[in-house]
């Protein structure tokens, strides 16, 4: 069963999510996927993605967490 990776970016100031998140995609073995937590939509992270071959999708918990769902494509 594959690891969980998780970027949990919630208490952080930008542009550490945005940092840590793509440091945890250059080492995401093909198959896997990369949950990123933050409470807003990462617009300028979702053109990064498309530009460098990775699928994502998110959805917005109760609590106003936005979980975005990351692997290669």
């Not at 990776?5 to 970016?9: H, N, S």
């Not at 840590?20 to 945890?24: D, I």
């Given at each position: 069963m594959a690891e969980e990776?998780?970027?949990?970016?919630r208490g952080l100031m930008p542009p550490e999510p945005m940092e840590?998140?793509?440091?945890?995609l250059d080492s995401l073995p093909d198959?896997?996927?990369?949950?990123l937590l933050l409470y807003v939509e990462p617009h300028p992270l979702y053109g990064i993605l498309k530009k460098n071959g990775y699928t994502y999708r998110s959805q917005t918990r109760p609590d106003g967490t936005v979980e975005i769902y990351m692997r290669k494509a």
């Open positions: 990776r998780t970027v949990d970016g840590l998140t793509l440091t945890a198959g896997e996927e990369l949950l």
